[in-house]
């Protein structure tokens, strides 16, 4: 079973709409990102959590919002989705007590019309 | 300036030679490097870490890391067709807590 699942793993909505993405892991790991990846873009960092209680924004949080209901567990919104949000999105994990390594989910690919 | 930067590609290189990916970081004090490929669509994968100045060797792959220059490499010798892929660069400043700066990658494409 993959470590890091992330669901749904692909998904067409309408502007305007809500819409949440999930991200489990069974890597024990206590912290978890949210990235989305645009070509020639790279991965941007939108949130991060280094535990339940945690949450911090990244680079491009606008239009985004997160839950993390669990250690296991970390949720990304999108409140109104909007075209340009149109991308490809990675939850990945890492250890605090380890190498700073992280590592990513399969990710979500989302359309936005 | 871009704070992880790479060469976006594509590069080319024939089956069985060596690829030569490079790297160069704006942050003197990072800390941390790490190399991930990319298949395309799907998600990094983390083939390569390196901490300290010098080469790693894991099997075909060998990462080089000179922070004076502030420059990481990542080797593939004897380069096959499953290689082909976008490698990307990620680096962990200190102070950063855990989050990392990944590089926008190189495409690599081995022909036959």
């Known amino acids: 079973d993959a470590d890091v699942t992330q669901t749904p793993r692909n998904r067409i909505t309408k502007t305007g709409k809500r819409i949440m993405l999930e991200c489990s892991q069974t890597k024990g790991h206590d912290r978890m990102y949210w990235y989305r990846q645009d070509p020639g873009l790279g991965l941007r960092l939108i949130y991060y959590?280094?535990?339940?209680?945690?949450?911090n924004k990244g680079e491009i949080s606008d239009g985004y919002s997160v839950s993390r209901q669990a250690q296991a567990k970390f949720s990304l919104s999108l409140e109104s989705a909007i075209p340009n949000q149109t991308a490809l999105y990675f939850c990945?994990?890492?250890?605090?007590?380890?190498?700073?390594?992280?590592?990513f989910g399969p990710g979500t690919r989302l359309t936005v019309t | 300036q871009k704070e992880v930067e790479q060469n976006s590609g594509p590069l080319s290189v024939p089956e069985g030679a060596i690829a030569s990916l490079n790297c160069t970081y704006s942050d003197r004090v990072s800390q941390s490097f790490f190399w991930y490929r990319q298949y395309s669509g799907k998600s990094p994968e983390l083939i390569m870490s390196?901490?300290?100045?010098g080469d790693k060797e894991d099997g075909r792959f060998t990462a080089q890391l000179n922070k004076a220059s502030q420059y990481v490499s990542l080797l593939i010798r004897d380069s096959q067709p499953s290689d082909s892929a976008t490698y990307l660069c990620a680096v962990k400043s200190v102070g950063s807590a855990s989050k990392i700066i990944f590089g926008s990658g190189t495409r690599l494409s081995i022909r036959p």
């Open positions: 990945a994990t890492s250890s605090s007590s380890g190498s700073y390594e992280q590592y």
């Open positions: 959590s280094f535990d339940v209680k945690d949450i």
């Open positions: 390196i901490y300290s100045n």
